[in-house]
């Protein structure tokens, strides 16, 4: 069964620097979504990424943070300089169309800010 | 700002018993998704209600939506201990349309005792 692929699966970074994480969505998939959930916290909306642009984006992702579809597979959420409570676990999701449709959760990146 | 709440936020109850987990929604939706979490997993698709009154059953577990009372539950039959996991709902606000990202609750962490 196709399911949505997170690479690493562990990030450790100092405070300030920059990191990619990346994801690949479901082949027949549309819509890309990333989420964040600090330990034991909700899940938390990120950015929706819809036909090569941005569609919806929460308060959380603000220009520290973009997203991006280098190539026909990849969807990748870079922070530009890491804050100590950027530590969490990033999901990425995808969906085939956004009306009706399951978002399909990746195994996530868990991002240690040192 | 649409909210989500969920109770209760943490349940312990033994097999063979029944309980129901509520979802409140705090504005107009379309759409209500029920996740399960496992500890340290991503998150796992359960339920997609898309209308008012609608009902879906997967083995032991039942959802249903009333968009008018703002209100979904998930109601567990003759629980098993291979159900202990956090239970999410989430909400699309009505949009009509477009890549929308999920508002989360904030979990119901049920523990299924022997």
């Known amino acids: 069964e196709p399911e949505v692929t997170q690479t690493p699966s562990h990030q450790v970074t100092q405070m300030g620097q920059e990191v990619i994480l990346r994801c690949v969505p479901i082949?027949?998939?549309?819509?890309f979504y990333w989420y964040r959930q600090i330990l034991g916290q909700k899940v938390e909306f990120l950015v929706s990424f819809y036909n090569n642009e941005i569609s919806e984006k929460s308060e959380i992702f603000d220009d520290q943070f973009s997203v991006e579809r280098p190539d026909g597979s990849n969807f990748t959420l870079k922070i530009r300089s890491t804050k100590l409570e950027d530590s969490a676990m990033y999901f990425c999701?995808?969906?085939?169309?956004?009306?009706?449709?399951?978002?399909?959760f990746g195994p996530g990146t868990r991002l240690l800010v040192l | 700002e649409l909210k989500v709440e969920q109770n209760p936020l943490f349940l312990s109850m033994q097999e063979g018993k029944n309980y129901t987990i509520y979802c409140n929604y705090s504005t107009t939706s379309d759409r209500l998704y029920w996740y399960r979490q496992d500890p340290g997993k991503s998150l796992e698709s359960l339920f997609v209600l898309l209308s008012n009154g609608a009902v879906k059953q997967e083995g032991r577990l039942m959802a249903s939506l009333d968009t008018k009372a703002r209100l979904s539950t998930l109601h567990i039959t003759a629980a098993v201990h291979d159900l202990s996991a956090t239970y999410f709902c989430a909400v699309v606000p009505y949009s009509g349309g477009g890549a929308d990202g999920l508002t989360f609750g904030k979990g119901t962490h049920l523990i299924i005792q022997p």
């Open positions: 082949s027949n998939h549309l819509y």
């Open positions: 999701a995808s969906s085939q169309r956004a009306l009706q449709e399951t978002q399909y």
